[in-house]
Structures are given as structure tokens and as C-alpha cells.
């Protein structure tokens, strides 16, 4: 990491302050990049945090909703993108429901 990037990582006063001088101001590629990855990283905490609660494993939850166990685990581990027509359902088997906010 050069200097000047870790000055102003040392010189943040706020959150935002500090992703823009790790990843750049936000509509950087870098910047998008990181939050595209944070969000997937968040959906997939929250889908494990879930189905742990409702004391389902990754199979039983697949086996409710018609999918594989193998595409529960890649959600879980952010490594595959998700259709929201998947994600409505895979909430819906857990007893969940979700809204999305555009901001």
C-alpha cells in the first residue's frame, strides 16, 4: 500500500471517509466492485443466519424449495449470483418474507 493511500485510511474520521480512501469514491469500479462483493457477503449471512433458525440444514432447506444443496452453499459462501425469483422462494421456505429498498 503506498503512503498516501495509508494516510488517508489513517486520517478517516468515518466509515465512508475510509472505503473512499481504501476503494475509492463511490461509481469507481473499485468502489462498485467492493460494494457489489459486501452486499453478496451480507445476503449470504443473512440466508446461513436463517436457515440456522429455523434449524434447517442446507440439504433440507434445497429439498424444500426444489433446488440442489450445492446452489444453497454457493449462495452461503457469495459465490454465485442469485435470480430474485430464487431469492423470494428460498426466503418463503425459511417463513420468511423480504422487501427490497432502492436507494
Known amino acids: 500500500m503506498d503512503k498516501k493511500k495509508k494516510e488517508a485510511i489513517m486520517q478517516s474520521e468515518t466509515f465512508d471517509e475510509l472505503l473512499n480512501a481504501e476503494y475509492g469514491e463511490r461509481g469507481t469500479d473499485e468502489r462498485e466492485a467492493f460494494e457489489t462483493e459486501a452486499n453478496a457477503f451480507c445476503l449470504a449471512e443473512s440466508l446461513k443466519e436463517q436457515r440456522r433458525l429455523a434449524g434447517l440444514t442446507q440439504e433440507q432447506l434445497a429439498e424444500k424449495i426444489g433446488t440442489k444443496k450445492s446452489y444453497i452453499s454457493k ?20 417463513g420468511k418474507r423480504i422487501s427490497i429498498n432502492i436507494l
Request: hydrophobic share 50%; aromatic share 10%.
Open 75 to 94: 449462495i452461503e459462501n457469495g459465490r454465485a449470483d442469485v435470480q430474485l425469483s430464487t431469492l423470494f422462494r428460498i426466503f418463503a421456505g425459511l
